[in-house]
């Protein structure tokens, strides 16, 4: 086994704490990883305070995973020791279904659908038809720490003129926006909308404008338009009624990255007939929408559940291609708990990226989880 130090929770009611584990050792088809750098994704909040009800205790965090290949087991071809590799939301699937062989493992059909990074099978296996587990475990410990074991076939190369600390969160942010981007066929010339400017709309402003579209983003916060506009995006305040009058029916394609119910009947108004408007934020209940402006129009309201495997590798290349990084703040990891107060208020410019050299600088004694 590998001593694992990192932070966690055993409690939805309390703050992440130094805490210590065993990882099992890298099997013949595993990569060993020595965690550099984990982004703060707003998942990470929702699950430490199991706001989706779905949170399997103790909880380590961490999906936007960048390190250096410290061990690869007897079979490991597409990785060696030095290497600087990420790892995403997904650690393993199913292989067999329909969309695993399809290569949208991010889709898998299997009766406990995809292994998430942390929290474990995304179906656990009190849910799961017979109470299978075809993952044989009921949890897993994320990137908030200084170690992680992954199958190769999840590890991801991280291009050589990407700084390692930007990449990260490329891994949830980056992907979960540049997949429906790319499933909706956004080209040159697009008028794109982006709605919310958090971590998540960022990344799809910076994206959707490097594939050569019109972007303008939606913000409740008045200090980002100007934000909006060091990125070349046009920024508009989500309740200034005028100016969204102004771009009705004038949308190829909206994203929305609100990470909680919200509205989008205001948004769907600004889409042009036949146009997608496309929720990747949020994974509860939207507020009821107003079918009368879908049919009228031939309008789509879609969702999407981050990236496949492929497509990481695609939006890592795509962004070293283009010179695209995520806007970070490195915090160390005794920071962490103010991030996730500062994220809940909408208070990043965009994205905390946790130095995990950190933890060898921690003073309080590393708990047994
Ligand atoms: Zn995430
Ligand atoms: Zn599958």
Not at 1 to 8: E, F, L, Q, S
Request: hydrophobic letters at 40%; one cysteine or more; glycine letters at 8%.
């Amino acid at each position: 086994m590998i001593n694992a130090k990192g932070y966690g929770t055993k409690h939805s009611f309390t703050d992440l704490k130094p805490v210590q584990f065993e990882r099992e050792e890298a099997g013949a088809h595993e990569v060993e990883i020595e965690v550099l750098y984990c982004g703060v994704c707003h998942s990470d909040i929702h699950q430490v305070k199991n706001e989706w009800s779905n949170t399997v205790y103790p909880c380590v965090p961490g999906h936007e995973i960048v390190g250096r290949v410290r061990k690869v087991g007897a079979h490991v071809k597409a990785h060696a020791v030095g290497d600087l590799v990420g790892v995403g939301c997904m650690i393993d699937s199913c292989r067999a279904c329909a969309p695993c062989r399809e290569g949208e493992e991010n889709y898998c059909e299997s009766p406990n659908s995809w292994l998430a990074t942390y929290n474990g099978p995304m179906v656990p296996a009190k849910e799961a038809p017979n109470g299978e587990n075809i993952y044989g475990r009921d949890n897993t410990f994320g990137g908030y720490s200084d170690v992680v074991v992954v199958k190769e076939d999840f590890v991801l190369a991280i291009p050589a003129s990407l700084a390692p600390e930007a990449a990260a969160p490329i891994l949830c942010a980056g992907v979960t926006t540049y997949s429906p981007l790319k499933q909706w066929g956004v080209k040159a010339g697009d008028k794109v909308g982006v709605l919310g400017f958090g971590g998540l709309g960022h990344m799809a402003a910076k994206l959707a404008r490097a594939m050569g579209a019109e972007v303008t983003v939606f913000t409740r916060s008045k200090d980002k338009l100007e934000l909006a506009q060091q990125l070349g995006v046009t920024g508009v305040l989500e309740d200034d009624d005028k100016a969204l009058e102004k771009l009705a029916s004038s949308f190829d394609f909206i994203l929305s990255t609100v990470p909680e119910k919200h509205d989008v009947n205001p948004f769907i108004e600004l889409l042009k007939r036949d146009a997608t408007l496309c929720v990747v934020g949020a994974l509860e209940p939207l507020k009821p929408i107003d079918n009368q402006e879908l049919a009228f129009h031939r309008k789509r309201v879609a969702g999407s559940l981050i990236g496949s495997i492929a497509e990481t590798r695609e939006v890592l290349e795509f962004c070293a291609e283009h010179g695209i990084a995520p806007e970070i703040e490195i915090i160390p990891i005794q920071d962490v708990n103010d991030a996730y107060r500062k994220v809940e208020k909408a208070d990043v410019h965009f994205r905390y990226v946790i130095d995990m050299a950190s933890l060898k600088d921690e003073k309080s004694e590393f708990a047994d989880i």
